[in-house]
């Protein structure tokens, strides 16, 4: 580990032109040292050609689409820095965003995770609506981004703890990372994409660890190619994107959820379940597959569970007066 350095990880997959855009920003920012990893997804577009003229990045180049979880740990395999990010392909940041979080984290030892504030779009010339400025969990343990949607009128510009962060954008100190490793793996590859912010966030609380919103760190993200969309019903993909969160929430709650922090909120979870069940065996058959992959899945995320209770370090209510 190399003190003060920052390594930003970004996994790509036919991101397009957003790629280019995003080393634009990375190149503009304050603070050095600095380090560029780039995981490439069999990509077919050619979006990562500016990587490859970029100069100073780290290229991994795979042969399939192994997810985004996969390919992000791959990336912080060999990565070097004291503070790691990951950031998605459509993400365009200020100048001043990593060297602003990277503040963040060393004024606040218990603070292991940071996020600014995103907004729409993918450039400065996109507007301000706002896109994150935190993530959380419903009580029916779905992630939700706090303002998204709204227009930035100031609401959100007080730096504060918030569960976790939005996974287009954040930064963690490299030891949280190794703390909340679970079987060895930081993001968890049996989710091979979508929902892996919220439950890195849940396993980085279970052990302790707060996450803070800095507003003055922001940028703009433009959910497009590659994205970890919070709102699958409108990815490009929808069938594919829905199947995955469908899945990982699941995933996520087997894994960390407690029976006394469950139970208030059972009949809520049971009763929209079963709506949402009803509907997807009208109108959307396929992501019935969703359960039998959580079955088929059921006995490792039995042996995820044991280790991450058995590693708690705090009590229930340290993380579920977060979901709201």
């Known amino acids: 580990?190399?003190?003060?350095?920052?390594?930003?990880?970004?996994?790509?997959?036919?991101?397009?032109?957003?790629?280019?855009?995003?080393?634009?920003?990375?190149?503009?920012?304050?603070?050095?040292?600095?380090?560029?990893?780039?995981?490439?997804?069999?990509?077919?577009?050619?979006?990562?050609?500016?990587?490859?003229?970029?100069?100073?990045?780290?290229?991994?180049?795979?042969?399939?689409?192994?997810?985004?979880?996969?390919?992000?740990?791959?990336?912080?395999?060999?990565?070097?820095?004291?503070?790691?990010?990951?950031?998605?392909?459509?993400?365009?940041?200020?100048?001043?965003?990593?060297?602003?979080?990277?503040?963040?984290?060393?004024?606040?030892?218990?603070?292991?995770?940071?996020?600014?504030?995103?907004?729409?779009?993918?450039?400065?010339?996109?507007?301000?609506?706002?896109?994150?400025?935190?993530?959380f969990l419903s009580r029916s343990r779905r992630p939700y981004d706090r303002g998204q949607g709204q227009v930035d009128r100031g609401q959100f510009d007080r730096a504060e703890e918030v569960f976790g962060a939005c996974g287009a954008a954040w930064m963690a100190r490299r030891t949280m990372l190794e703390d909340v490793r679970c079987l060895g793996e930081v993001l968890d590859e049996d989710f091979f994409a979508y929902y892996d912010d919220a439950d890195l966030a849940w396993r980085a609380r279970s052990r302790g660890w707060q996450c803070w919103y800095e507003p003055r760190a922001a940028g703009w993200h433009g959910?497009?190619?590659?994205?970890?969309?919070?709102?699958?019903?409108?990815?490009?993909?929808?069938?594919?994107?829905?199947?995955?969160?469908?899945?990982?929430?699941?995933?996520?709650?087997?894994?960390?959820?407690?029976?006394?922090?469950?139970?208030?909120?059972?009949?809520r979870i049971l009763a929209e379940d079963a709506l949402r069940l009803s509907y997807m065996a009208l109108r959307r058959p396929a992501l019935l597959g969703a359960y039998l992959d959580v079955i088929r899945l059921l006995p490792r995320m039995l042996e995820k569970r044991r280790e991450i209770r058995g590693r708690r370090r705090v009590p229930d209510h340290f993380i579920y007066r977060w979901f709201r």
């Open 1 to 135: 580990m190399q003190s003060g350095l920052i390594s930003v990880i970004i996994v790509n997959w036919n991101s397009g032109h957003q790629l280019a855009l995003c080393l634009e920003s990375l190149a503009q920012q304050t603070h050095r040292p600095l380090e560029i990893i780039v995981v490439d997804n069999a990509s077919s577009d050619g979006s990562l050609a500016p990587a490859l003229a970029a100069g100073r990045v780290q290229i991994i180049r795979n042969d399939i689409n192994a997810g985004f979880c996969r390919a992000f740990n791959q990336g912080y395999a060999i990565s070097q820095g004291e503070f790691i990010v990951s950031l998605n392909p459509d993400v365009y940041l200020l100048p001043d965003f990593l060297a602003r979080l990277a503040e963040r984290l060393a004024g606040m030892p218990a603070a292991g995770l940071a996020c600014g504030k995103l907004w729409r779009g993918d450039s400065p010339w996109a507007g301000c609506t706002l896109d994150s400025t935190g993530l």
């Open 223 to 267: 959910r497009g190619g590659g994205d970890t969309l919070r709102k699958p019903s409108r990815a490009p993909k929808m069938a594919f994107a829905q199947r995955h969160a469908v899945k990982n929430r699941y995933l996520m709650m087997l894994k960390n959820d407690t029976p006394a922090g469950l139970l208030p909120a059972l009949p």
